[in-house]
């Protein structure tokens, strides 16, 4: 149902607000080149710091303007299991193709828990549910064994795997069959994830390189796996890149140095990439081809 390369789109913000102009211009930039799938409120869309009325908003204006146009897998996730119910309510409603149910952070429960929670949220709502399994930011995993079993539910069709561990990847895989859509979380492991049976990514590189990271998926999902394995070494450095702080500080600032947004605005606590990163990055993103280098600029 999902596969190839999804972008966690961010949020653009200015002066405060949600800068709706530009999320329509960067819906069009995905989809100009290649992406297969929008996915806004992640991580990346900063969904910690939108109010339910921001997040509403950005999935209305998300499924407005990609209009059926490739699919739109909503962040509807929250710790709070009533929450997570109503945000995905608000997702069909809006005419999202799917939800993306991050595991509850902070409160840290059980496997009984998660699979409980998830239950619920899937049998209130009818729209297919992608699971996101992210330990690093949320303090607990969803064991394979509980993958598999949520994989019974018939509206749950697939993980976003962001434990960074190929044992997890492959132990989901083999637990759940090739019905059931494992996606990356991490764009790094893109290629080696789709090469042992996963779909693709939903990815946070895509932000900056749309066009590299779908013609990396299509081409390993069409079994073109050394032109892949070619391309996914191009794009591995930029993969590093974006995470040298706290994402999507860093994918925030690239699309401001490549005039994408305005305002590489960030919300508290999140602050600006430090100066001596935003070098780093700049020189990366240069050599990637993504903005004109400095001594291209000079001579323009």
């Known amino acids: ?26 819906i069009d930039f995905q989809i100009d080149n290649g992406t297969n799938g929008i996915v806004p409120c992640g991580t990346t869309g900063e969904s910690p710091t939108l109010t339910i009325e921001e997040h509403e908003r950005v999935i209305d204006i998300t ?3 990609v209009n059926k146009r490739v699919p739109v897998i909503a962040g509807t996730g929250s710790n709070n299991t009533e929450e997570a119910i109503g945000l ?11 939800a993306l149910m991050i595991t509850p952070y902070y409160n840290k429960p059980s496997q009984a828990g998660l699979y409980a929670h998830f239950e619920k949220v899937a049998k209130a709502v009818d729209i297919p549910i992608v699971l996101y399994n992210v330990p690093g930011r949320t303090g607990s995993s969803i064991d394979p064994d509980t993958v598999a079993r949520l994989s ?5 069709v697939g993980i976003k795997e962001a434990s960074g561990s190929m044992k997890q990847v492959t132990d989901i895989i083999a637990r759940c069959g090739p019905d059931f859509t494992v996606l990356s979380g ?4 893109t290629f080696p994830l789709i090469c042992v049976g996963g779909k693709g990514v939903i990815s946070v590189v895509s932000n900056v390189d749309p066009k590299g990271m779908a013609d990396l998926c299509n081409l390993a999902l069409a079994g073109r796996i050394q032109e892949a394995q070619i391309l996914f070494y191009r794009l591995l450095s930029l993969c590093h890149i974006l995470f040298i702080e706290t994402n999507p500080v ?7 140095m490549m005039g994408k947004i305005p305002s590489g605005e960030l ?3 999140l602050v600006q990439l430090s ?24 001579r323009a």
């Open 1 to 26: 149902m999902f596969e190839g390369a999804n972008v966690a789109i961010v949020t653009p913000f200015r002066n405060g607000r949600v800068d709706e102009t530009s999320l329509r211009n960067l």
């Open 63 to 65: 499924v407005e303007h």
């Open 88 to 98: 995905t309510r608000h997702a069909r409603r809006a005419g999202a193709d799917g």
């Open 152 to 156: 019974g539910i018939d509206n749950i």
């Open 186 to 189: 991490e764009d790094y492991l």
């Open 250 to 256: 860093p994918v925030k600032t690239a699309l401001l």
């Open 267 to 269: 919300r508290l606590p």
């Open 275 to 298: 100066e001596a990163n935003q070098e780093r990055l700049r020189k990366e993103i240069e050599a990637c081809g993504l903005i004109p280098k400095a001594a291209e600029k000079a």
